[in-house]
Structures are given as C-alpha cells and as structure tokens.
C-alpha cells in the first residue's frame, strides 16, 4: 500500500474521530453536549449524571478513531522516513561507484 494512501485512510479515520466527537448528543429528549464537551452547569447535576452515560459510550469509539488515526499516521511518516534513506543509501553506493549498477549490487532498482 503506498504512502499517500495510508496518510489518506489515517485522514478519514481523524475525521471521522472529530466529528463523532462533537457530535450533539441526547439522553431522554435533553441535550448533553458532545462526547469531549460536557453540557453546562446551569442544567442540574442529576441531568448531567443522566448524561454521563451517553457521553461515555460514544467516547470509546470515538478515541478508538482518533487513535487508529494517529497510528496510521505515524506508520506513513516512517515508511516515507524509511524509504528515503534508503534511497539516499542506494545514490551514494552508486555515486561512489559510477559504473556499478544496482542489478549488480544485488538490489532491485523499485522501491
């Protein structure tokens, strides 16, 4: 799979995370904010115990996106690390012997 597709689906999976995250959410026709935004004092502490549970139940999947994301993420980084050094590996044995190629070397011209 090729970097720019990880980074894409690592984008989707991000966004995904963001928007179930503030996502309005209700408990019994009342509004309890969103999964990281608490609703405001001004309802009543037993409305916001009420609300607790929702909220919770939506953090789960919603950390898990944002987490998958960011490993995604972080693994398209690396192999883009990985691959240029690589090739700058692979241009200095051929600048230091020009008229070497790689199919002599023993490696494969692709990446």
Do not use: W, Y
């Not at 990880?6 to 995370?17: D, H, N, S, T, Y």
């Not at 607790?52 to 998958?68: G, Y």
């Amino acid at each position: 799979m090729s970097i720019k597709a990880i980074a894409f689906i690592a984008f989707l999976f991000v966004g995904a995370g963001v928007l179930a995250g503030v996502m309005p959410l209700t408990e019994g026709g009342s509004e309890c904010g969103s999964a990281f935004i608490s609703p405001s004092d001004s309802a009543g502490q037993d409305h916001v115990n009420a609300c607790e549970d929702v909220r919770n139940l939506v953090q789960i999947p919603t950390t898990i996106l944002l987490a998958v994301g960011g490993v995604l993420l972080l693994a398209a980084f690396f192999l883009d690390v990985g691959l240029t050094m690589e090739r700058h590996r692979r241009e200095e044995k051929q600048s230091a012997a020009p008229g070497i190629r790689d199919e002599d070397i023993g490696q494969s011209s692709r990446d």
